[in-house]
T-cell receptor
Framework: GAVVSQHPSWVICKSGTSVKIECRSLDFQATTMFWYRQFPKQSLMLMATSNEGSKATYEQGVEKDKFLINHASLTLSTLTVTSAHPEDSSFYIC?????????????FGPGTRLTVL | AQSVAQPEDQVNVAEGNPLTVKCTYSVSGNPYLFWYVQYPNRGLQFLLKYITGDNLVKGSYGFEAEFNKSQTSFHLKKPSALVSDSALYFCAVRQGGNAGKSTFGDGTTLTVKP
């Protein structure tokens, strides 16, 4: 089956710093990747959709300048949280889909726990 | 617009008993429906999906779900629950087409007691 990894699995940073989270498709070409945010015991909130080689499409209310998404290759997308603040602390999950998979089945990464002090 | 409702925040069942986790949806056109399970501090694991065909879909770990178009429901079921099934379950709907966005329900916490 398709495997998606995320790195790091957890990160603690100081307020005002930037943090980069990587999402990789290990055994397939991910033409589209999705970034989600999840608060404790809550559902996933879609932040943005990124297609390889083009700019990400952000959901309403998500600051594109704060959450920078890059999908430069068919196996890697990155989410950079710029000038992080404590309210950015959350669980960030990516998912990926590719042309090899019917009905755009999504494969999820294990998530990254971000804590901003 | 598409939406998903999971009316129960919490479902408690005894081990060995059947379980049902409810999901209703709203979408224009034909829906693609999914169930995922999430364990603490982990990503989502795919359980099963309905795209077309038989209304009863069988998935991983003995789970199944029944698509009911008239009731716009896609309830998750298992004939005999295990303690290890205790987790957070999400129903999701997606409109067809390339890179269609999924909408997730709020999740239902399933607790199976020995």
């Amino acid at each position: 089956g398709a495997v998606v990894s995320q790195h790091p699995s957890w990160v603690i940073c100081k307020s005002g710093t930037s943090v980069k989270i990587e999402c990789r498709s290990l055994d397939f070409q991910a033409t589209t990747m999705f970034w989600y945010r999840q608060f404790p015991k809550q559902s996933l909130m879609l932040m943005a959709t990124s297609n390889e080689g083009s700019k990400a499409t952000y959901e309403q209310g998500v600051e594109k300048d704060k959450f920078l998404i890059n999908h430069a290759s068919l196996t890697l997308s990155t989410l950079t949280v710029t000038s992080a603040h404590p309210e950015d602390s959350s669980f960030y999950i990516c998912s990926a889909t590719g042309l090899d998979y019917s009905y755009n089945e999504q494969f999820f990464g294990p998530g990254t726990r971000l804590t901003v002090l | 617009a598409q939406s998903v409702a999971q009316p129960e925040d919490q479902v408690n069942v005894a081990e060995g008993n059947p379980l049902t986790v409810k999901c209703t949806y709203s979408v224009s056109g034909n829906p693609y429906l999914f169930w995922y399970v999430q364990y603490p501090n982990r990503g989502l694991q795919f359980l099963l999906k309905y795209i077309t065909g038989d209304n009863l879909v069988k998935g991983s770990y003995g789970f199944e779900a029944e698509f009911n178009k008239s009731q716009t429901s896609f309830h998750l079921k298992k004939p005999s629950a295990l303690v290890s099934d205790s987790a957070l379950y999400f129903c999701a709907v997606r409109q067809g087409g390339n890179a269609g966005k999924s909408t997730f329900g709020d999740g239902t916490t399933l607790t199976v007691k020995p």
